[in-house]
């Protein structure tokens, strides 16, 4: 048994082992991770993904492609004064996010202030159910390579797909729904646009804020997505940044197989996401190789 799953395991490697995109740092740690995946089978796993630019592409046409939130602030359907608005709380909190030169607790408190104000910006807006679906419909999301196969093999499977993520629930919700993708053990921890009941329009955002940070704070308890992965011990994790690799740490499991999609900057971030993933994925390169891995696996 051992000779046949080591069997495989060489197949996949020999299959991609020419993809320029796909880095491995440490082989026969992930090839032993790949050993468990294979004895435990389908019935084990579960996928953990973020949404923006790991769900969806990076670049598209050589420009960026919207994020949840920028589907609301940088909507050609809103004031120009809202995306003026936006993209200076960009300047002003990014170089924050992606400082190496303040401590964590700082950047923890900026965050929560870039995100809390954004989302002043857009609960100004007073947007309808209505009017939120319009915005999706006037920015559509690309999807990235191989993300359209790896929902209709979780669909077909039964396997739950856990979406946490730092942009908005509703848009990233509204996203799916548009491009006809439903699935019931779908769940997307997001931030949540509320509804006021009386005036049907946007009035208040769900806490805690969720920002790039704090992806993991969720609780399963007592919901149906609970049982949906009690039995799942075995975790596909899937991000395009290093907090991403914290998003399955509140949740029970006995491994993760981890896979991060490094988009730009490759030459000076390769080492350190190396260094967190078990597979870096660069160039903003396609979810394959993690479909392949899970079509290896028997029921």
């Known amino acids: 048994m051992e000779m046949d799953d080591t069997a ?5 490697f020999e299959i991609y082992k020419n993809d320029k995109d796909i880095h491995i740092k440490n ?8 050993k468990k995946l294979i004895k ?13 630019m790991t769900i969806t592409k990076y670049w598209k046409d050589g420009k960026r492609t919207p994020t949840s939130h920028c ?9 120009e004064d809202v995306v003026k608005r936006s993209e200076e709380l960009i300047n002003k909190y990014y170089p924050y996010e992606i400082s190496n030169e303040i401590s964590y607790e700082e950047k923890y408190q900026y965050m929560v202030e870039w995100w809390t104000k954004q989302h002043d910006i857009i609960i100004e807006q007073k947007l309808t159910q209505e009017s939120l679906n319009e915005l999706i419909k ?8 191989g993300f359209e196969e790896l929902f209709e093999i979780c669909k077909s499977n039964g396997i739950p797909m856990l979406i946490p993520s ?8 509204g996203v799916f729904k548009q491009n006809k993708l439903e699935y019931e053990k779908l769940c997307v921890k997001s931030n949540q646009m509320l509804f006021s009941p009386k005036t049907g329009t946007c009035d208040a955002f769900s806490e805690p804020v969720i920002h790039s940070l704090n992806k993991y704070q969720f609780n399963f308890k007592g919901t149906p997505y609970e ?16 907090g991403d690799i914290a998003m399955s740490k509140t949740i029970d499991h006995e491994q993760v197989i981890s896979f991060g999609f490094l988009n730009i900057d490759v030459d000076k971030k390769l080492e350190n996401f190396m260094n967190v993933f078990d597979v ?3 160039n903003d390169s396609s979810f394959n190789f993690g479909n392949a891995i899970i079509k290896l696996l028997k029921e």
């Open 8 to 12: 495989i395991i060489n197949q996949l």
């Open 27 to 34: 082989e026969d740690n992930f090839k032993t991770k790949l």
């Open 40 to 52: 435990d089978g389908r019935k084990s796993i579960q996928i953990v993904t973020d949404f923006d």
């Open 71 to 79: 589907i609301i602030s940088e909507n050609p359907l809103l004031p």
């Open 138 to 145: 006037a920015m559509p999301v690309v999807f990235r390579d």
């Open 166 to 173: 730092a942009g908005i629930q509703n848009v990233i919700e």
């Open 227 to 242: 049982k949906y992965i009690i039995d799942r011990k075995n975790i596909l994790l899937f991000g395009d940044s290093l």
């Open 280 to 282: 870096v994925i660069t």
